[in-house]
């Protein structure tokens, strides 16, 4: 079932998401849920903060070398945690949340990610290029932070002016 996806300029967004206790049923169909948003909107990645939950859960599906999204390549991260940054990427990001908006964004080049899967099992795992992007970008949102914050201030000013005009364009159409 698709979910509704919470949009900028929402202060829901800038809550910081608490950790997941319990690994049952209702989590996985939330998982689940969160895969049909995410894949019904296009979208590589999405935390759950953005469909208005606030648990430390978000989900990434990364194309292959085709450009193909598979299911089997799917991963469900639940209360992760970085370690072993090094390195610097820049990456032109985009977000279900801000639509419409690519903006250069400098991360890690290379990480150390842990965490658990829907059933409470522990991984680890090394990440370089738009999976450590990737990564990054949904764990910015489990604490309450977009990817147009780390923008400097007067492509931040830009952005603000011309998704204004785009929102009255919207509620105008
Ligand atoms: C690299 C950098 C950041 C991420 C985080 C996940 N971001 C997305 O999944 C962005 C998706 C996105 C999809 C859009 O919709 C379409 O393309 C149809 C979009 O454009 C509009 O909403 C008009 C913007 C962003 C992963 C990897
Ligand atoms: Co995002």
Redesign the pocket.
């Known amino acids: 079932m698709k979910l509704p996806i919470v949009v900028y300029p929402n202060k829901r967004l800038k809550e910081i998401s608490k950790e997941v206790t319990e690994f049952d049923a209702s989590l996985h169909k939330f998982l689940d849920d969160m895969y049909d948003t995410?894949i019904e909107?296009?979208?590589?990645?999405?935390a759950a903060i953005q469909v208005d939950v606030a648990i430390r859960v978000l989900i990434?599906s990364?194309p292959d070398e085709e450009g193909e999204q598979s299911y089997d390549e799917l991963l469900e991260v639940i209360n992760p945690v970085l370690s072993n940054m090094t390195g610097t990427i820049v990456?032109?990001?985009?977000?279900?949340s801000?639509?419409?908006?690519?903006e250069d964004?400098e991360r890690y080049e290379k990480l150390t990610l842990t965490y658990f899967d829907r059933h409470g099992k522990k991984n680890v795992i090394e990440a370089e290029g738009?999976?450590s992007?990737?990564i990054q970008?949904?764990i910015d949102h489990l604490n309450g932070k977009l990817?147009i914050e780390k923008l400097p201030y007067g492509r931040r000013k830009k952005f603000e002016k011309e998704y204004k005009k785009l929102q009255k364009q919207k509620t105008r159409s």
Request: hydrophobic share 50%; glycine share 10%; with cysteine.
């Open positions: 995410m909107s296009n979208g590589l990645g999405l990434l990364i990456y032109q990001e985009g977000c279900l801000v639509p419409t908006f690519y964004i738009l999976l992007v990737a970008h949904e990817f």
